[in-house]
């Protein structure tokens, strides 16, 4: 069984941080993946949010540069995403991708809503 599991969304006010955590299990290896993060908006379209790739090389949507950053750490499988400086524009369903070879997978979503 193949897994990609979430956590870390909920409500922060703007200006605050979250930090999203990916865990990948089963045959996926984040080693040998592109991992990204997605987040989608009520009504919007699924964009791209952050990818790394296996040789660590990062790319950021510009609506996120110098804010969000993607690490991995492979000993645990595991991706992160932190976001920092958050504005109410950030708000969606953030969703954690993989791509080992030719499979693609996703994870189930977590909701990050930026309030005041």
């Known amino acids: 069984q193949v897994q990609l599991v979430e956590s870390g969304g909920g409500l922060v006010q703007p200006g605050g941080s979250l930090r999203l955590s990916c865990v990948a299990s089963?045959?996926?290896?984040?080693?040998?993946?592109?991992m990204g993060w997605y987040r989608q908006a009520p009504g919007k379209q699924r964009e791209l949010v952050a990818t790394?790739?296996?040789?660590?090389?990062?790319n950021y949507a510009d609506s996120v540069k110098g804010r969000f950053t993607i690490a991995r750490v492979n000993a645990q499988n595991t991706v992160y995403l932190q976001m920092n400086s958050l504005e109410p524009e950030d708000t969606a369903v953030y969703y954690c991708?993989?791509?080992?070879?030719?499979?693609?997978?996703w994870g189930q979503g977590t909701q990050v809503t930026v309030s005041s």
């Open positions: 089963g045959s996926i290896f984040i080693s040998i993946s592109v």
């Open positions: 991708n993989s791509r080992q070879m030719s499979r693609v997978y």
């Open positions: 790394i790739n296996s040789g660590g090389v990062t």
